[in-house]
């Protein structure tokens, strides 16, 4: 744990009777910075966020946010957080802003601050309109203006571009990042969107049944995502046997009848002139490297290609 | 300050809630529901002609006398106030299940204990609403009636008795606010109420109706037995007892328990 560090979770556990919902969890969240948090559906994601939040207790282990450990009727360290949970929520019968104002009342924020969060969050059309009436995506700006009413020093955020359309997937991954370069908010945040935790996060943790299998930053992501030659051709079944029978290993069928040439960094030259002076027609060769979504799911064993062959099949065919 | 602003939070919350209409509409219908059957013993033709149960309401050994609606109100009004109470308190604190909005209250700079204190004043507040409004409007109706029997003693006696019964219940309330937590949401606290009644009824046909905590008012109003004219000091201390239990136990399951609503 570094002065810098702002959440921190040490060995922590949660079990439920038999299920291990978040297994010995070693967290560290720097000032300033945006951590994607990444699991699959009951990877642990949420359960952790609500261990951070003192909503549920560990089984073992502690959680400490801007160096205060969160124990249950610890609540002054709260002041400086903003978050947002799981799904979107508001007292239905209020308005917008009488939702925001109760927030507002309850964090000791002055009373500005409920104008201002409706501005930032584009909420001023649908201001005096009940939160019942809302759309989806405006009940998940509601609570995005929530957590970020009273100026926290960190906001965890649980799926924040939930039912947001694509305008206000941009505009809140612009938000996010204006608090955290500006302000120097920790954002902590879980997303499915794999492509938004790509470009906002500055580094991301990968959580599975419990455990956080890897953590690393932009660049460890970039040297660690595999580079590979993406083919396409009339004959794929074709293209796939010169390929194996010509050296290259490790070749894999992706499930739009692409073939991916992997271990051939450099060799795109190569491929081509074999498959072309091969007679094959060639559609498509393009260079390419994994993005975080093949990366996390080759981690967390959900491969996307659908089939691999091995060098021996290939030669046989 | 913070128990202000969380205070004023929670009577916000009630901004344009259908609820409370909805209980002053059902309590208020105690006094007009007996006050049809006074009118059907007093008119019993006339009720017969127009189809009405004139003939069950004479088979009861009604009068359409002041002390009879007054007997029959407190009955009413208690036993229905009782059921109602657990509506609004599995409600106010319920509500926040239903809306999902638990989760939004319980990482705040504020204590969890302050909900739970609040909340109970809100109950507070919407309860003695109701009460001092049924009450009016029953005496309302008794005069409307022109009901015979009427003496200024009669009528306070019955009000105080209500009162204490209203009083009474609420010292139930924190309980049922702990199921409502537990259970998180409306169903299992208003079964928790039902169920303690009806419980209540049986304890009270056995003499430990004193003892009891949903025994006791309903031996104070007369629904068990004859009404008793003084509950033992042990009664009171019971109510007090479950009153300060239930706010602890409240207390201690949003602090203590896991909130993965």
Known sequence: MSADTVIATSALTKRYREVLAVDVLDLDVRRGEI????????AGKTTTIRMLLGLIRPTSGEVSVLGARIAS?????????????????????????????????????????????????????????????LSLGNKQRLSLARALLHAPQVLVLDEPANALDPAGIVEVRELLRTLADRDGVTVFMSSHILAEVAHLADRIGIIHDGRLLEELDREELHAKARAYVEIAAKDISRAESLLLGSGFSHVERGGDGTLRVFDAENR????????????????????????????????TGGEAVTETASPAEGSAA | ???????????????????????????????LGIALFMWIVREPGRAAQMGLLGTKANLAGLEATWPSYLSMLTLIVGIGGMILLAFIVAYVFGREYDNETAKNMLALPVGRHWFVVTKLAVTAVWWVILVAFVLVESIAIGFALGLPGFSAGLVTGAVVNLLVAAGLSYLLVPVIAWITVWGRGNTAPIGFAIAMLALGNLFGKTGWAVWFPWSIVPLLIGMVADPVETLPAGSYVILALTFVMGIAATTAQLRFADNAQ
């Open chain 1, 268 to 299: 795109a030259p190569e491929i081509a002139r074999l498959l072309v002076g091969a007679g094959l027609e060639l559609t498509q060769l393009t260079p390419s490297r994994e993005d975080l979504e093949a990366y996390f799911l080759r981690l």
């Open chain 1, 73 to 133: 009727g610890r609540t002054d360290v709260f002041a400086h957080v903003g978050y947002l949970v799981e799904s979107a929520s508001a007292y239905p019968n209020l308005t917008v802003r009488e939702n925001l104002d109760i927030q507002r009342r309850l964090t000791g924020a002055p009373g500005t601050r409920t104008d201002d969060a409706i501005d930032r969050l584009g909420l001023a059309p649908v201001a005096d309109r009940r939160a019942g009436r």
């Open chain 2, 1 to 31: 300050m913070m128990l202000t602003a969380v205070l004023t939070t929670e009577f916000m919350k009630l901004r344009r809630c259908k609820v409370t209409w909805a209980t002053l509409g059902g309590l208020s219908m105690g006094p």
């Open chain 1, 35 to 42: 951590y994607g948090f990444l699991g699959r559906n009951g």
